[in-house]
């Protein structure tokens, strides 16, 4: 089957997304399809940054075609982020690939803007298209203005098949926008247990060694984690913490650990092949986020034996379980979450108990093979089949989107 895969800033830039894709990529070329992935990047200095830009790199066995996303990077141009421009980029690329040789189908990375692209170009193609809902999607795209509300809209209800990576975000996406439940297909999140694992040679000692990895942004909670150190701090409970990731909030993070006066370790990019170490060399996971599609994160830590504390949020609850396999407070609760890493830090047998828990759990059910599969088996269900175009391909213009200021926020 010959698949067009569009992503949305993959490698290098720093996401969920990027390692998501890359193994995605990996299971679809093994099985011996035909893949080209069309990528936009930002290369402009704030959007590197933020994510860490340029184009995407080679990947075995994929055609890979990068496309600048220079209406994303005019934010602070007159009108602000023109995502119309790279909707009609994208659109245009897809399909002067398929007039070269045809797709069989259509996958986005993403409702808005990937999958309203992929969506306008199936009009021309005439082939079916698969849409997989991120973290964004659910969470705010489509609660910031009228364009991008109608853009999900058309996404949801008309692509051939919805993805989402479990159920409690499955039903924010349902009471947000009013989509009905059984539109989606539940494909959760994997992690490759061949690179992401525990030490051969497990540390005992203090002080613990908390981590924090990924997007480093006030809605993963990593302004709420160095809050809750402080207090800590004024407990006497011992720790080392590091903060591994950029991302829209890094200086702000920087400035809140002086203000505070905490020896917070700050490691900047983390390269995806780098990060397996970074979870090896840590006692416990920290991820005090308010929402997620599916953490990829607290899976890599789960595959790496760690015992995590996190959050009762959406995309978390549906993996972790508080007092099993982690320890989850309310999002936002910063004494809780102080309390939380002090009862982890001062119980040995928890910890072990915790991470063994969690490790075992993710070798039986996350694993990239199952879930590429139940993937490959939405395209066979699908081959042949025709997109449903009945929408308006027009959208309404609503200039007032805040994202059009801060394009980095959707």
Same mark, same amino acid.
């Given at each position: ?23 995605? &990529? ?8 035909? !893949? ?13 940054? +933020? ?14 075609? #990068?496309?600048?996303? &220079? ?8 009108? #602000? ?13 897809? @399909? ?17 803007? *990937? $999958? ?18 991120? #973290? $964004? ?15 999900? %809209?058309?996404? &949801? ?21 009013? +989509? ?33 990895? $990924? ?13 809750? %150190?402080? =207090? ?17 909030? @890094? ?65 978390? !609850? ?6 099993? *396999?982690? %320890? @989850? ?9 102080? /309390?939380? %890493?002090?009862?982890?830090? $001062? ?10 828990? /969690? ?9 990239? /093979? ?24 027009? =959208? ?13 926020? @959707?």
């Amino acid at each position: 089957m010959r698949v067009l895969f569009c992503s949305r800033r993959f490698w290098p830039a720093i996401s969920g997304i990027s390692v998501y894709a890359e193994n995605l &990529l990996r299971e679809l070329v093994g099985a011996g399809h035909d !893949v080209t992935m069309v990528s936009q990047y930002r290369a402009d200095a704030a959007g590197t940054r +933020v994510y860490g830009g340029g184009p995407p790199p080679d990947v075995a066995g994929v055609t890979v075609i #990068g496309r600048r996303s &220079l209406g994303e990077e005019a934010f602070g141009e007159a009108g #602000g982020a023109d995502f119309e421009r790279d909707v009609e980029d994208m659109v245009a690329t897809i @399909l002067a690939e398929h007039h070269r040789q045809p797709f069989d189908i259509l996958h986005a990375q993403y409702g808005y803007p *990937n $999958g309203w692209a992929v969506l306008l170009a199936a009009r021309e193609a005439g082939v079916p298209v698969v849409v997989s809902i991120q #973290g $964004g999607d659910g969470h705010w795209v489509g609660s910031c203005c009228e364009t991008h509300r109608q853009a999900m %809209l058309r996404v &949801l209800d008309h692509a051939n098949a919805l993805l989402i990576g479990c159920d409690s975000f499955a039903m924010e996406v349902v009471e947000r926008l009013g +989509v009905a439940r059984e539109r989606f297909t539940v494909v959760p999140g994997a992690v490759d247990t061949t690179q992401f694992h525990p030490p051969a040679d497990p540390r005992e000692g203090s002080p613990l060694r908390l981590l924090y990895h $990924g997007r480093v942004d006030r809605r993963k909670g990593v302004l709420d984690f160095l809050e809750a %150190l402080a =207090l800590l701090r004024g407990q006497d409970v011992p720790f080392a913490a590091t903060v591994s990731g950029i991302g829209p909030d @890094l200086d702000a993070a920087r400035d809140l650990a002086a203000q505070l006066a905490l020896d917070v370790r700050f490691t900047g990019y983390a390269d995806y092949h780098a990060a397996p170490a970074l979870y090896r060399e840590a006692d416990l996971f920290v991820s005090p986020t308010y929402a997620e599609g599916f953490s990829n994160t607290i899976l890599e830590a789960m595959a790496s034996g760690l015992p995590t504390v996190s959050c009762r949020a959406v995309g978390v !609850v549906d993996c972790l379980r508080d007092g099993e *396999n982690g %320890l @989850l407070v309310e999002p936002g609760d910063v004494p809780a979450l102080a /309390a939380a %890493l002090k009862r982890v830090i $001062g119980d040995p047998a928890l910890r072990r108990r915790l991470g063994a828990t /969690a490790l075992e759990e993710c070798r039986r059910t996350y694993s990239w /093979a199952a879930v590429g599969r139940q993937i490959m088996e939405t395209y066979a269900a699908l081959a042949g089949t025709a997109p449903d175009t009945r929408f308006d391909p027009v =959208l309404p213009r609503d200039p007032s989107c805040r994202f059009r200021a801060a394009p980095h926020l @959707l």
